[in-house]
């Protein structure tokens, strides 16, 4: 069975107290791993897609990295704008009419930056 | 943001009821999912759309029907809602299945 697991499950940071968000994944066939970011009431946001081992990818203060078990986001300097819950999802292939990868969610993992 | 509706945004309805969810894009993506979000368990595919009239069952599909009759229409039904639905529902569009899935901003449901 694929599994997401994210860790850990709330991390608070002061301002530019930098840190690294862990997801561990097992998956039948990797198509795919996505970060999202979710603030309280909204739905989730898109953030990067990774779709091989070693490759990284980065926006403002965010990076994510993979490997073949775990990706890691990575917060450099955080501000308080970037506290947020932070979900990881992998996209295994499932062989179905249509071929529509499903995406499996994490539990999502809540950072909340201090000023 | 990508151009998804979600509505209603919250419902408050009885055990027993009939409930349809509606998610609207203008997107013209042709894969539409419906998830459920709760507290210790992520977000779970309900059923998702590969295109008009084209459906198929997700993780949690029991007690849950969809129809896709327009490119840009895709309703979550609830034929007879329980307590155990009350949750949060997004929906999610995308172009195609290995890219990037945009979610709405969710439909609040209660179940008493």
């Known amino acids: 069975e694929d599994q997401v697991t994210q860790s850990p499950e709330a991390l608070r940071l002061q301002e530019g107290e930098s840190s690294s968000l862990n997801c561990s994944y097992t998956?039948?066939?990797?198509?795919?791993l996505f970060w999202y970011r979710q603030d309280p009431g909204k739905g989730p946001e898109f953030l990067f897609t990774l779709y091989s081992a070693g490759e990284e990818k980065e926006k403002e203060r965010l990076k994510a990295t993979l490997t073949k078990k775990e990706s890691f986001l990575h917060i450099t300097a955080p501000k308080p704008e970037d506290s947020a819950t932070y979900l990881c999802?992998?996209?295994?292939?499932?062989?179905?009419?249509?071929?529509?990868?499903?995406?499996?969610f994490g539990k999502g993992m809540k950072l909340t930056v201090n000023p | 943001d990508a151009g998804i509706t979600q509505s209603p945004r919250h419902k408050v309805t009885e055990t027993g009821t009939p409930v349809t969810l509606r998610c609207h894009q203008t997107?013209?993506?042709?894969?539409m999912y419906w998830y459920r979000q709760d507290p210790g368990h992520g977000l779970r595919l309900i059923h998702y759309s590969y295109g008009v009239k084209d459906t198929d069952k997700g993780e949690v599909s029991d007690g849950y029907s969809v129809s896709r009759s327009k490119t840009e229409d895709f309703l979550l039904t609830l034929e007879s809602a329980t307590s155990s639905q009350t949750s949060v529902y997004f929906c999610?569009?995308?172009?195609?299945?290995?890219?990037?899935?945009?979610f709405g901003d969710g439909t609040r449901l209660s179940i008493l």
């Open positions: 997107e013209n993506h042709r894969y």
């Open positions: 999610a569009i995308s172009r195609w299945s290995n890219q990037p899935q945009h």
């Open positions: 998956v039948s066939g990797l198509r795919g």
């Open positions: 999802a992998v996209q295994a292939l499932a062989i179905t009419q249509g071929g529509s990868e499903k995406l499996v």
